[in-house]
């Protein structure tokens, strides 16, 4: 190999991973500095923080049940209510806010856990089917078309209904049901990668398809769906209280937003405090990873159209 190869097989894959790194930390940098995501970050902390405290601090099982407690309106309400819970109780008497706040643990660890595997999968497979091509490329593209013609719903009562839910089966379909689409933006763009002179220097100079995938390709084309996957996670969480409030989520007694919801749907006449409470923990979740979401993607936009 002459000195002009040699030279190529050394420089450009720390320059194109480098530059990758600086546009990751230019995008951060800049949605850190907007309104919006700062918002979103101080709310989704203290959401996180009352979830991870108040239920160990407050010594309140999620589960236990006061039937002479049971029914109580939240503190800004009636004149039944009672500062040992502050949003009120259910038909059973256990205690709202630590219901919801065990509940908010529950789903963000399954909504960052499936946009975890979504990732990996998609990313993984959609890396291997643009570099290689040809019929590796027909195969997983036709088992991507196979697995978008599922409607989640359709996959969850497959999966779910056969047996008791547990967590990580949970995880796994709501993984199952996103990873196309990082599978075929990773495609095109590996596609488009893996003509650059970087990649063809490292072949010449003797790499293994492992290493280029896993040292040149991935550093570089992984961090901006990072990004991007941030809005995922609040979409998860949408589903997994959907399958809560169908009965296909996690069991009782733990408690989660939908379950609450489908629980609480038969009092909101008399109490209806019992499936709103839920619903406001969600709401304020999705707000803040929302706009998190949202400064991220305008940040990217912004310094990909300046570029």
Not at 1 to 15: E, T
Not at 243 to 261: E, M, N
Not at 280 to 290: H, S
Request: charged fraction near 15%.
């Amino acid at each position: 190999m002459d000195a002009v190869d040699s030279s190529l097989a050394l420089a450009p894959p720390r320059v194109d991973v480098t530059a990758s790194r600086s546009i990751g930390r230019r995008i951060l940098g800049r949605a850190a500095r907007s309104g919006g995501f700062r918002i979103g970050a101080v709310l989704l902390a203290g959401l996180v923080l009352a979830a991870a405290l108040y239920p160990e601090l407050s010594g309140i099982d999620p589960a236990m049940r006061d039937i002479r407690a049971r029914l109580l309106p939240p503190l800004f309400l009636g004149d039944k209510w009672s500062w040992a819970h502050p949003l009120g109780t259910d038909q059973i008497g256990r205690d709202m806010l630590v219901r919801c706040l065990v509940g908010l643990r529950y789903s963000l660890l399954i909504g960052v856990a499936s946009v975890a595997v979504t990732v990996l999968i998609g990313c993984a497979l959609g890396t291997v089917a643009g570099y290689f091509g040809g019929r590796t490329d027909t195969v997983i593209m036709r088992i991507t078309d196979a697995q978008l013609s599922i409607p989640m719903i359709i996959l969850a009562i497959a999966v779910l209904g056969a047996d008791r839910p547990t967590i990580p089966a949970i995880i796994l379909v709501l993984g199952l049901s996103n990873w196309p689409v990082y599978a075929r933006v990773m495609r095109s763009v590996t596609m488009a990668e893996r003509g650059r002179e970087y990649v063809r220097a490292a072949q010449v100079s003797g790499a293994t398809h492992p290493r280029i995938l896993l040292t040149l390709l991935v550093p570089l084309l992984v961090p901006p769906l990072l990004f991007t996957s941030v809005l995922d996670v609040a979409r998860m969480m949408i589903f997994e209280s959907t399958l809560g409030f169908l009965g296909l989520g996690v069991q009782p007694p733990t408690p989660t937003f939908g379950s609450i919801i489908a629980d609480g749907r038969k009092y909101l006449l008399n109490a209806w405090w019992i499936a709103t409470m839920p619903g406001v923990f969600l709401c304020l979740t999705l707000t803040a990873i929302n706009l998190i979401g949202a400064a991220f993607e305008r940040a990217r936009n912004t310094i990909h159209g300046g570029a």
